[in-house]
């Protein structure tokens, strides 16, 4: 016949402090990667310098050829973008960040002039009156104007044909940034001079295929190539002199082969910034606070002796498993 036997329960702040010690180390036993946020945190900091999409590997086990690696295609106009933005920051020591809105939550008044990138379609006068662009037809326009506050007001349409109005407004906004924030920003930033080439190559409209790739049994900062090819040599290509043509493209692929020299020491930078952010991050998810914290919030209960199991005696009663 199956019996029913009772036995106290107890909720963490219930518990000794050795019974805690052992619930703790129970809870970190059963955690996996997921639960520590790791590949959260490490594809964030990708992102922020520039390097979104990755494919990510990484071990941090204290092991030998423990690390972090990652591998994919670098979108190269939203790296480079991205990597003017640090420099940016770091060089006027502010923090600025962007927010995708609809058009209707934007005041018209704060979208006074117009400021053309790619050409303007059209632009808003205070009132909010359209005014058309004699060069209209672009895709695209930008509206920038400083706020009160220091926002900067970016207004982006990339609809092609006709435009009316646009889908997007852009708002950047800037902040004063904390010395940590500064010296994050520089552990993320690649060296100034490959900046400057890859800008002079997209500035003379140089298609460039960036790929890194990871390579071998071990996930850290030398388990990674990198290639940089030009795939379009743009006006270049076209100049009928033959020997010029050549000469111009040999100057491309040099200087193509200097950005892959610089991104390759970059990598393996950002490599060893994300092994330690990385143990970080398993740091404070295992941390005495933290894991009293999902503990108490799962409403976990334990044994006077802080497990989790209990084991019956021969005549049936209960003995708590310590």
């Known amino acids: 016949?199956?019996?029913?036997?009772?036995?106290?329960?107890?909720?963490?702040?219930?518990?000794?402090?050795?019974?805690?010690?052992?619930?703790?180390?129970?809870?970190?036993?059963?955690?996996?990667?997921?639960?520590?946020?790791?590949?959260?945190?490490?594809?964030?900091?990708?992102?922020?310098?520039?390097?979104?999409?990755?494919?990510?590997?990484?071990?941090?086990?204290?092991?030998?050829?423990?690390?972090?690696?990652?591998?994919?295609?670098?979108?190269?106009?939203?790296?480079?973008?991205?990597?003017?933005?640090?420099?940016?920051?770091?060089?006027?020591?502010?923090?600025?960040?962007?927010?995708?809105?609809?058009?209707?939550?934007?005041?018209?008044?704060?979208?006074?002039?117009?400021?053309?990138?790619?050409?303007?379609?059209?632009?808003?006068?205070?009132?909010?009156?359209?005014?058309?662009?004699?060069?209209?037809?672009?895709?695209?326009?930008?509206?920038?104007?400083?706020?009160?506050?220091?926002?900067?007001?970016?207004?982006?349409?990339?609809?092609?044909?006709?435009?009316?109005?646009?889908?997007?407004?852009?708002?950047?906004?800037?902040?004063?940034?904390?010395?940590?924030?500064?010296?994050?920003?520089?552990?993320?930033?690649?060296?100034?001079?490959t900046l400057a080439f890859i800008k002079m190559l997209l500035e003379r409209d140089v298609t460039l295929a960036i790929n890194i790739k990871h390579h071998g049994r071990y996930y850290h900062w030398n388990s990674m190539n990198v290639s940089v090819e030009a795939t379009d040599y743009g006006p270049v290509g076209d100049i009928d002199d033959a020997d010029e043509r050549n000469r111009k493209i040999q100057e491309i692929d040099n200087t193509a082969l200097s950005i892959q020299e610089g991104l390759a020491q970059f990598v393996k930078d950002i490599s060893h910034y994300l092994e330690k952010e990385g143990y970080d991050n398993i740091e404070g998810a295992t941390s005495e606070e933290a894991v009293a914290d999902n503990i108490t919030a799962n409403d976990y209960l334990f044994t006077a002796g802080g497990s989790r199991r209990v084991t019956l005696n021969q005549d049936d009663s209960v003995q708590s498993a310590v």
């Open 1 to 193: 016949m199956p019996k029913t036997l009772t036995f106290e329960a107890f909720a963490y702040d219930e518990l000794s402090d050795n019974a805690k010690e052992k619930a703790r180390q129970w809870y970190i036993e059963g955690m996996d990667s997921e639960q520590y946020g790791t590949n959260d945190v490490l594809t964030y900091t990708l992102e922020e310098a520039g390097l979104p999409g990755m494919k990510l590997y990484w071990s941090l086990g204290n092991c030998q050829g423990d690390g972090v690696a990652f591998e994919g295609d670098v979108d190269v106009d939203g790296f480079f973008k991205q990597q003017e933005n640090l420099q940016y920051q770091i060089a006027h020591n502010k923090h600025r960040f962007h927010n995708l809105i609809d058009p209707e939550h934007v005041d018209p008044a704060v979208v006074v002039g117009g400021k053309a990138t790619f050409g303007v379609d059209y632009v808003r006068d205070a009132a909010g009156a359209v005014i058309r662009n004699e060069r209209g037809g672009y895709a695209s326009f930008v509206f920038m104007r400083p706020s009160e506050d220091g926002a900067v007001v970016t207004a982006i349409e990339e609809v092609p044909g006709h435009i009316t109005r646009p889908r997007k407004i852009r708002i950047t906004q800037e902040s004063d940034a904390a010395p940590e924030a500064i010296e994050r920003y520089r552990e993320l930033a690649l060296d100034g001079a």
